[in-house]
């Protein structure tokens, strides 16, 4: 059974970091593209970063390029959002998922096969 479990959020001040973590069961990131999403209240879903493993993909989208950093401890099972000098802007609910198609997947905000459960990131000024 795949699992995706998000955890880490909470409230930050504005230019502050948090870290992200999606603890992932059932599955090998050898097969299936990881990304990141996230919705704001009255927003659309955005997916805003990738890693696929078995195709060598990473995908920001300009949102968040050069503020967040994805990665994945294969050790751990464990995928991270390091999310650094945050704005109100990225208030919303957060959410890993996977997919077993590529990145673009992720950047088209496309439905994925797994989604975990979200956690809230409230940035306030």
């Known amino acids: 059974e795949v699992q995706l479990v998000e955890s880490g959020g909470g409230l930050v001040q504005t230019g502050g970091s948090l870290r992200l973590s999606c603890a992932a069961s059932?599955?090998?990131?050898?097969?299936?593209?990881i990304g990141w999403f996230r919705q704001a209240p009255g927003k659309e879903r955005e997916g805003i970063s990738c890693i696929s493993t078995e195709h060598g993909d990473e995908y920001y989208a300009d949102s968040v390029k050069g503020r967040f950093t994805m990665s994945i401890d294969n050790a751990k099972n464990t995928v991270y959002l390091q999310m650094n000098s945050l704005q109100s802007e990225d208030t919303a609910v957060y959410y890993c998922?996977?997919?077993?198609?590529?990145?673009?997947?992720?950047?088209?905000?496309?439905?994925?096969?797994?989604w975990g459960q979200g956690a809230q990131v409230t940035v306030s000024s």
């Open positions: 998922a996977i997919t077993g198609g590529r990145c673009w997947v992720v950047a088209g905000s496309y439905d994925m096969n797994y």
């Open positions: 059932g599955f090998s990131f050898d097969d299936y593209a």
